[in-house]
């Protein structure tokens, strides 16, 4: 596994250039709803449910936690949050796609999650609310990343980790060679057969924007976090950042 860690001090400055508008990704997400889950699963090949888990893990949830999870979708993450929390701790999952939420409220009526429709870039929380925090394939989505690590920063008790999963562009040519065929021939089609080709050609585009892990790492240390280590997984395709007040 690759590993990309500064402390804090060594932030250098990031020519991130400009995603699209917040209602354009809004409205993709509340489009793409209905097939969300199914698209995520035959695409990863359930694997992200591995990697899903280990962003849990690795955000350090326990039991009695209060846990947030940002941009959080139809809900994946935030469910395996409130199974590690359990029946003492509770969850909030955020999301600004009403459709998503639909989705993720209908799924999991029984675990102790409260959805919320809201915006990553400000959080309806009070500072230093939440024991952890996760984010599964939403930093590449936000307009404004570091806006949205300064929020996270901002709810998190002093000491308590964030875990942000996200696609990755892997370091070995061939891997990286491989991840673009896979989505151009595999994503891609997959999601045209149901009328989604769009929404997800938009996938490698926002991946070309998407700060690398040490520039993440950067990032985070910049608004606020006192550790940040980025792990490259799934052969580096895939990333997570791992941020500690
Ligand atoms: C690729 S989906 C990931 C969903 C889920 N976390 C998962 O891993 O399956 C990205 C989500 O981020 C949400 N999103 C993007 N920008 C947001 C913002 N500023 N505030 C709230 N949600 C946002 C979208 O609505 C979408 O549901």
Not at 26 to 44: E, H, K, M, T, V
Not at 116 to 134: M, Y
Not at 135 to 153: F, K, P, Q, T, W
Request: hydrophobic share 45%; aromatic share 8%; net charge neutral.
């Amino acid at each position: 596994m690759a590993e990309s860690a500064r402390i804090k001090g060594s932030f250098k400055s990031l020519n991130v250039s400009s995603p699209p508008q917040a209602q354009e990704i809004q409205a993709i997400f509340d489009r793409i709803a209905p097939q969300y889950d199914q698209l995520n699963n035959g695409l990863s090949l359930g694997l992200h449910w591995i990697w899903k888990q280990m962003a849990v893990k690795w955000s350090q949830a326990r039991a009695g936690s209060i846990c947030l999870d940002v941009c959080c979708g139809s809900g994946d993450v935030a469910q395996l949050l409130a199974r590690q929390v359990g029946t003492t701790g509770k969850v909030y999952g955020v999301d600004f796609s009403s459709q998503q939420l639909a989705i993720a409220q209908a799924r999991a009526p029984h675990l102790p999650i409260t959805w919320i429709e809201g915006d990553a870039l400000h959080l309806p929380f009070a500072d230093q609310h939440f024991d952890a925090a996760t984010m599964s394939y939403g930093l590449r989505n936000v307009v404004d990343i570091s806006a949205s690590l300064e929020e996270i920063h901002r709810v998190l008790k002093p000491g308590a980790k964030a875990a942000i999963l996200d696609f990755n562009r892997p370091q070995s040519s061939q891997l990286r060679a491989f991840q673009q065929w896979y989505l151009d021939h595999f994503v891609v089609p997959t999601a045209q057969r149901l009328g989604l080709r769009e929404e997800y050609a938009y996938i490698s585009p926002s991946l070309d924007r998407f700060p690398t892990g040490s520039e993440q790492v950067d990032l985070a240390l910049q608004v606020g976090f006192e550790k940040a280590v980025h792990y490259a997984i799934a052969g580096g395709m895939m990333g997570v950042l791992v941020a500690q007040t």
